[in-house]
């Protein structure tokens, strides 16, 4: 039991601290790196013979930009505070209802409500964090290119969303039926 417990606060806190650092990085550093996603962008790299140029298409790459906007800086920031707030809720939701299970209350309103949380937590977190993470390689490629070079790339993982999605319907059914069985049958036995 306590490994399960040690483990979910380790999760929180290196997803906290890996978000602390990238905050951190966006700040200090001279040319901040910022991951963009590109489509059909034909690029130049040295994997030829005797390293020449051979033309590659580029999926995604860091971009470094001297200076972002203050709306992409928000953004990268805000998309740091979605993941460790996506983290924290769905671990401590979950640990909350394996202590409760612990426990011997296995169905009932509350570990209901601590699925479904679990489950919107998780959903909004793989949603928003792409998201605000894609409005800051946005603002980095206006500062890179001018605003000359248009490379609007918003993607989330559907097989991530809709296994969430999916895993939190069942498990909130799961436990309204289970509660409301257990109700029912209360007093039978």
Not at 42 to 67: F, K, N, R
């Amino acid at each position: 039991m306590s490994v399960f417990f040690v483990t979910g606060a380790l999760l929180v806190v290196t997803s906290a601290i890996s978000a602390v650092s990238n905050i951190v990085e966006l700040f200090t550093d001279s040319a901040t790196r910022v991951f963009a996603e590109f489509a059909g962008t034909a690029a130049q790299a040295p994997i030829g013979p005797d390293g020449d140029t051979v033309t590659v298409e580029l999926d995604s790459a860091y971009l470094l930009a001297d200076q972002l906007p203050l709306a992409s800086v928000v953004a990268l920031v805000l998309e740091q505070a979605v993941v460790v707030a996506a983290v924290a809720t769905v671990v401590t939701s979950l640990l909350l209802v394996m202590w409760s299970i612990l426990r011997g209350r296995v169905f009932g309103r509350r570990n209901t409500t601590l699925i479904g949380t679990a489950a919107t937590a998780g959903f909004a977190g793989v949603a928003l964090a792409p998201f605000f993470g894609n409005m800051g390689a946005n603002g980095a490629f206006a500062a890179i290119s001018g605003g000359d070079f248009d490379n609007v790339v918003l993607s989330a993982n559907l097989a991530q969303l809709f296994g969430i999605a999916f895993l939190g319907a069942l498990g909130t059914t799961v436990f309204m039926v289970g509660d409301r069985m257990q109700r029912d049958t209360e007093g039978l036995v």
